[in-house]
């Protein structure tokens, strides 16, 4: 497979496809060699360009800082990846933005196959000694951003949460793999808020917290064909963190598999006064095995028996 970029892509008409291989912009499959400003460069043509784009990652290993891909672009922008993209090894170069690969108003993109390896064992090391350790980087990340596809990705050893969703419209992901070991705290597979129209379908995720966490703001969720475990299950929440807060409302769960999970479907929320509401929430077709709590509606949330005055309404 070639990939070229045209000689003057602005000049690209609106029915070319630009082709961008970051091989070009002098990124190195060798997992050692810094390819965050060729993955920039790359992005800044394709989204520079006046038609469609596709950005590809050849097979090889290619070491990635934290990078900021943002919007608006001009055009639908792809990514192909055939390659693994990998995070340093001192966990530390992660710092503490909270992020590792971060878009942010970025319309109609799309993610295709590829592996995201955020090499997260030193960090977990860190955090469960007790150390000073950095807040923890997401994997992957979308802020604010519009009608994205990810499908076919594989995103395994991630710091803290592998997916982040906040303040999105019309997201799909489809046939992702997350894996991280069932005791890398923190390290929940999908996260969503604040976000309409997201849809999660044929994922596989074993992980060490939630597979998949609806935090407040999400609305109209489809979640199936979902096999977890393990992990701490789907939950909903949790809610009630702040005393004005955006509900949860029109979620649907269904066909989903539980396997040597802590939990299975669980609603929570901490037991204090809050505007945030559970509604319309659907939890059907769900299988489990060697589940120790499958279903948990919690109004008294307290994870590290630490709580507030807690008073349930």
């Known amino acids: 497979m070639s990939?070229?970029?045209p000689k003057n892509p602005s000049h690209c008409h609106r029915t070319c496809l630009m082709s961008i291989n970051v091989v070009n912009f002098g990124a190195k499959p060798d997992g050692q060699s810094d390819s965050t400003q060729?993955?920039?460069q790359a992005w800044t043509a394709a989204c520079n360009s006046m038609g469609p784009s596709t950005i590809y990652v050849p097979r090889g290993s290619f070491l990635i800082r934290p990078i900021v891909f943002s919007g608006p672009c001009r055009n639908t922008i792809q990514f192909q990846i055939d390659g693994t993209i990998v995070a340093p090894f001192n966990y530390r170069a992660l710092?503490?933005?909270g992020f590792w690969i971060l878009f942010i108003k970025v319309t109609r993109v799309s993610i295709h196959g590829g592996t995201l390896d955020a090499r997260g064992a030193a960090f977990w090391a860190c955090r469960m000694s007790g150390n000073n350790c950095p807040v923890g980087a997401r994997s992957i990340t979308f802020f604010w951003s519009n009608n994205i596809m990810i499908s076919g990705l594989t995103s395994i050893n991630s710091q803290i949460i592998h997916v982040a969703?906040?303040?999105c419209n019309n997201l799909m992901i489809q046939n992702m793999k997350i894996i991280?070991?069932?005791q890398s705290p923190n390290t929940d597979g999908i996260h969503v808020q604040y976000s309409n129209g997201v849809t999660i379908t044929s994922t596989t995720i074993r992980t060490g917290d939630d597979c998949i966490s609806i935090g407040p703001g999400t609305k109209n969720s489809w979640i199936e064909r979902i096999g977890c475990g393990p992990g701490h299950g789907i939950s909903v929440g949790s809610l009630g963190n702040s005393l004005i807060e955006e509900?949860?409302?029109?979620?649907t769960v269904t066909r989903v598999v539980f396997t040597n999970t802590e939990n299975g479907v669980r609603i929570k929320s901490w037991g204090r006064a809050s505007s945030g509401y559970a509604r319309n929430i659907v939890f059907r077709n769900i299988i489990v095995r060697n589940v120790a709590n499958p279903i948990i509606i919690d109004q008294k949330y307290c994870p590290d028996n630490n709580c507030p005055h807690q008073v349930t309404t």
């Open 165 to 167: 969703i906040d303040h």
């Open 247 to 251: 509900g949860v409302e029109n979620v």
């Open 3 to 5: 990939y070229s970029v």
């Open 180 to 182: 991280a070991p069932s």
């Open 38 to 40: 060729p993955f920039l």
């Open 95 to 97: 710092g503490n933005s």
